[in-house]
T-cell receptor
Framework: AQKITQTQPGMFVQEKEAVTLDCTYDTSDPSYGLFWYKQPSSGEMIFLIYQGSYDQQNATEGRYSLNFQKARKSANLVISASQLGDSAMYFCAMRPSTDKLIFGTGTRLQVFP | NAGVTQTPKFQVLKTGQSMTLQCAQDMNHEYMSWYRQDPGMGLRLIHYSVGAGITDQGEVPNGYNVSRSTTEDFPLRLLSAAPSQTSVYFC????????????FGSGTQLSVL
């Protein structure tokens, strides 16, 4: 069965510090995509970063990087130099092959001054 | 480009009423899907479609019906609304590949009394 697990319901980080949001996944498909989305309090879903299962390098997008450890089936999101505007819900998601995209339960990140 | 257009933004129903949530995309995406978001549950897939004329069930399909007569439109029908269907609903579309990131509509806040 395909599954995404986010074990941290909530995280706190001080402004300008780095933070890691955990995500593990389970799939038997050899080809899959991993995604992170941000949902601020306004409710919209914002795409942050994508990692393909065959990508050799970890994906990076500005202050976001994805720490992809294939053998451990983990796809942690690292946010460097946190900003107050990073306070939001963060969802990890997986898409096996050309199948449906499934989400984890999310982690609420709060950045404090 | 309008992207994914989802209507209405808010809806209140009485138990037993039926209604249709509309979703349209103008990006020629093959894949379209409906999610519901409940506190602590993340985004759960209701139904999805990989192309016109093709639909399939997600994790929580009961009480919902979909059809995909065109590439652009993917309406979600609530057959007989129940209080358990009170939720925020998101429509999303993408290219049909493991790297296809989802583009989301703005969401519908549905309350069933």
């Amino acid at each position: 069965a395909q599954k995404i697990t986010q074990t941290q319901p909530g995280m706190f980080v001080q402004e300008k510090e780095a933070v890691t949001l955990d995500c593990t996944y389970d799939t038997s498909d050899p080809s899959y995509g991993l995604f992170w989305y941000k949902q601020p309090s306004s409710g919209e879903m914002i795409f942050l970063i994508y990692q393909g299962s065959y990508d050799q390098q970890n994906a990076t997008e500005g202050r976001y990087s994805l720490n992809f450890q294939k053998a451990r089936k983990s796809a942690n999101l690292v946010i460097s130099a946190s900003q107050l505007g990073d306070s939001a819900m963060y969802f990890c998601a997986m898409r096996p092959s050309t199948d449906k995209l499934i989400f984890g339960t999310g982690t609420r990140l709060q950045v404090f001054p | 480009n309008a992207g994914v257009t989802q209507t209405p933004k808010f809806q209140v129903l009485k138990t037993g009423q039926s209604m249709t949530l509309q979703c349209a995309q103008d990006m020629n995406h093959e894949y379209m899907s409906w999610y519901r978001q409940d506190p602590g549950m993340g985004l759960r897939l209701i139904h999805y479609s990989v192309g016109a004329g093709i639909t399939d069930q997600g994790e929580v399909p009961n009480g919902y019906n979909v059809s995909r007569s065109t590439t652009e439109d993917f309406p979600l029908r609530l057959l007989s609304a129940a209080p358990s269907q009170t939720s925020v609903y998101f429509c999303a579309s993408s290219w049909n590949s493991e790297g296809g990131k989802l583009f989301f509509g703005s969401g519908t806040q549905l309350s069933v009394l």
